[in-house]
T-cell receptor, first 113, second 116 residues
Framework: GQQLNQSPQSMFIQEGEDVSMNCTSSSIFNTWLWYKQDPGEGPVLLIALYKAGELTSNGRLTAQFGITRKDSFLNISASIPSDVGIYFCAGQNYGGSQGNLIFGKGTKLSVKP | KAGVTQTPRYLIKTRGQQVTLSCSPISGHRSVSWYQQTPGQGLQFLFEYFSETQRNKGNFPGRFSGRQFSNSRSEMNVSTLELGDSALYLC???????????????FGAGSRLTVL
């Protein structure tokens, strides 16, 4: 089945630094999504990308849908302590009976004040 | 607007027992999906229900089952529990059937199951 390779697995950064993480797949997706999960909570949607090449921002977060439809990246600028958490990419194909999300293994972000 | 509500939040069972988890979707959402999250395998899709019908199923054994009621609330059941079933079980709801197109899934906080 489809799998996503998400990197890096973990990051330890200083407050104020920029962060970049990415996901690649061996097959294409219609939609790429980025979620953040805090301890004891479910994933919360940060950004959804619907078109190849699309670049979308949400505050200090910027994500892009790769032109090949097989990759996506997420950047966080000027990190703050509340950015700590696990970030997941997810790909989605829909049509027929499909539509479930395929998740990457996550990037654990730690921010030192 | 209330979010996705999952109960119970935490539970402990022993091997061989069965468990039922409940999910109340966001009001007006008709699709409910279930995911299993473990440290080793990450987030894995279990199944999706829309209008009381299972629309899609992941690669889990038949011990994992679910259903959806007419009010869109959903339950999932795991029978003959194994140690490896220990996980966070997440429910997500969306307005439409996930196969119908780009569709935002909103997750609940999950039910953390520990099997001893």
């Amino acid at each position: 089945g489809q799998q996503l390779n998400q990197s890096p697995q973990s990051m330890f950064i200083q407050e104020g630094e920029d962060v970049s993480m990415n996901c690649t797949s061996s097959s294409i997706f219609n939609t790429w999504l980025w979620y953040k999960q805090d301890p004891g909570e479910g994933p919360v949607l940060l950004i959804a990308l619907y078109k190849a090449g699309e670049l979308t921002s949400n505050g200090r977060l910027t994500a892009q849908f790769g032109i090949t439809r097989k990759d996506s990246f997420l950047n966080i600028s000027a990190s703050i302590p509340s950015d700590v958490g696990i970030y997941f990419c997810a790909g989605q194909n829909y049509g027929g009976s499909q539509g479930n999300l395929i998740f990457g293994k996550g990037t654990k972000l730690s921010v030192k004040p | 607007k209330a979010g996705v509500t999952q109960t119970p939040r935490y539970l402990i069972k022993t091997r061989g027992q069965q468990v039922t988890l409940s999910c109340s979707p966001i009001s007006g959402h008709r699709s409910v999906s279930w995911y299993q999250q473990t440290p080793g395998q990450g987030l894995q899709f279990l199944f999706e229900y829309f209008s009381e019908t299972q629309r899609n199923k992941g690669n889990f054994p038949g011990r994992f089952s679910g259903r959806q009621f007419s009010n869109s609330r959903s339950e999932m059941n795991v029978s003959t529990l194994e140690l490896g079933d220990s996980a966070l079980y997440l429910c997500a709801s969306s307005l439409r059937d996930v196969a119908s197109g780009a569709n935002v899934l909103t997750f609940g906080a999950g039910s953390r199951l520990t099997v001893l």
